[in-house]
């Protein structure tokens, strides 16, 4: 299999919303466009960025289907069905595969601490109910659940499964997934924190919630490691760094802090659902001044 198509800067892609909190097609379809036009190589779509555990199944769907309606064939598009249910997973891989997204991922099973023959279950059905590739989702600090090199290397035997997206902290996650397999077989940097870092240590490509927000400074690290120039790239990295600290300071979440930056270059995408919280009171003076940071850094570069 060319796996080349899953390797580059892919955002995860944001939940966008009307002014009553309702799915907005045509706010997704300008996000969906506006990413395209900074020249990423795919999207995430249906992720925690996309605030799925809040967003009904419908929801969901008219996501996956209005990101596919202006992007399939021009963008790499990956869509995230974890739901609490391994029934509500599958419907919404059958779905995807309808709607032609190149590849599934899921989180392993939320809430429940379930013993990891559960687990492998619950990927293998969902890896299982459709043709399409899958890229397992290991965020053990969300989930409570950290992929072992036990059951990856269980789940290496279905041909389907052809990446995981590692947003455990440990970089040297990243390098003991590879090791565990193969020249064939995608590692996603997940924490956009440690972009340049897991890149080195053997991550082939990267998947990030911060990336929305500034596209041009992924692709530049990208370009900077991709190239050999590392001292660049930790610079632009010590940069990207300074941006995520600031965007995580205020009251809020931080796709609310990145959600308002939008807004600020025009975009409105929405607010975000609850429980998540918006930025309220005085921070919202300070999101012009994140902005601009953002920006400064992209000249820079």
Same mark, same amino acid.
């Given at each position: 299999?060319?796996?080349?198509?899953?390797?580059?800067?892919?955002?995860?892609?944001?939940?966008?919303?009307?002014?009553?909190?309702?799915?907005?097609?045509?706010?997704?379809?300008?996000?969906?466009?506006?990413?395209?036009?900074?020249?990423?190589?795919?999207?995430?779509?249906?992720?925690?960025?996309?605030?799925?555990? =809040?967003?009904?199944?419908?929801?969901? $769907?008219?996501?996956?289907?209005?990101?596919?309606?202006?992007?399939?064939?021009?963008?790499?598009?990956?869509?995230?069905?974890?739901?609490?249910?391994? !029934?509500?997973?599958?419907?919404?891989?059958?779905?995807?595969?309808?709607?032609?997204?190149?590849?599934?991922?899921?989180?392993?099973?939320?809430?429940?601490?379930?013993?990891?023959?559960?687990?492998?279950?619950?990927?293998?059905?969902?890896?299982?109910?459709?043709?399409?590739?899958?890229?397992?989702?290991?965020?053990?600090?969300?989930?409570?659940?950290?992929?072992?090199?036990?059951?990856?290397? !269980?789940?290496?035997?279905?041909?389907?499964?052809?990446?995981? !997206?590692?947003?455990?902290?440990?970089?040297?996650?990243?390098?003991?997934?590879?090791?565990?397999?193969?020249?064939?077989?995608?590692?996603?940097?997940?924490?956009?924190?440690?972009?340049?870092?897991?890149?080195? /240590?053997?991550?082939?490509?990267? /998947?990030?919630?911060?990336?929305?927000?500034?596209?041009?400074?992924?692709? $530049?690290?990208?370009?900077?490691?991709?190239?050999?120039?590392?001292?660049?790239?930790?610079?632009?990295?010590?940069?990207?760094?300074?941006?995520?600290?600031?965007?995580?300071?205020?009251?809020?979440?931080?796709?609310?802090?990145?959600?308002?930056?939008?807004?600020?270059?025009?975009?409105?995408?929405?607010?975000?659902?609850?429980?998540?919280?918006?930025?309220?009171?005085?921070?919202?003076?300070?999101?012009?001044?994140?902005?601009?940071?953002?920006?400064?850094?992209?000249?820079? =570069?």
């Amino acid at each position: 299999m060319l796996l080349d198509k899953y390797k580059g800067i892919i955002p995860a892609f944001y939940a966008c919303y009307d002014e009553t909190g309702e799915i907005s097609p045509e706010r997704i379809r300008k996000l969906a466009n506006h990413l395209y036009e900074k020249g990423v190589q795919g999207l995430y779509v249906g992720g925690s960025s996309g605030e799925c555990i =809040y967003q009904s199944l419908k929801e969901r $769907k008219a996501t996956l289907k209005c990101v596919s309606n202006n992007l399939k064939g021009k963008l790499t598009l990956i869509a995230h069905v974890g739901a609490p249910s391994t !029934k509500e997973s599958v419907e919404l891989a059958k779905y995807a595969a309808e709607l032609g997204y190149d590849a599934l991922s899921a989180v392993p099973p939320i809430y429940f601490q379930l013993p990891e023959s559960a687990i492998e279950k619950y990927w293998t059905e969902i890896m299982n109910s459709t043709d399409l590739p899958f890229i397992t989702y290991n965020i053990p600090q969300t989930t409570g659940y950290s992929l072992s090199i036990n059951l990856l290397s !269980k789940l290496l035997k279905n041909n389907k499964l052809i990446g995981v !997206k590692n947003s455990s902290m440990p970089v040297m996650d990243i390098e003991r997934f590879k090791a565990a397999t193969h020249d064939d077989f995608i590692v996603f940097n997940g924490p956009d924190e440690q972009f340049v870092s897991g890149r080195l /240590i053997g991550a082939d490509s990267g /998947i990030g919630g911060t990336y929305g927000v500034m596209p041009e400074l992924f692709l $530049k690290a990208e370009e900077f490691v991709s190239t050999g120039n590392f001292t660049e790239a930790r610079k632009i990295q010590r940069d990207i760094n300074d941006i995520i600290i600031e965007l995580c300071s205020l009251n809020g979440s931080m796709y609310s802090v990145i959600k308002e930056i939008y807004k600020l270059r025009g975009l409105n995408i929405g607010s975000v659902r609850g429980p998540l919280e918006p930025v309220s009171g005085n921070d919202l003076g300070k999101i012009e001044g994140i902005k601009n940071r953002i920006d400064k850094a992209i000249l820079k =570069y």
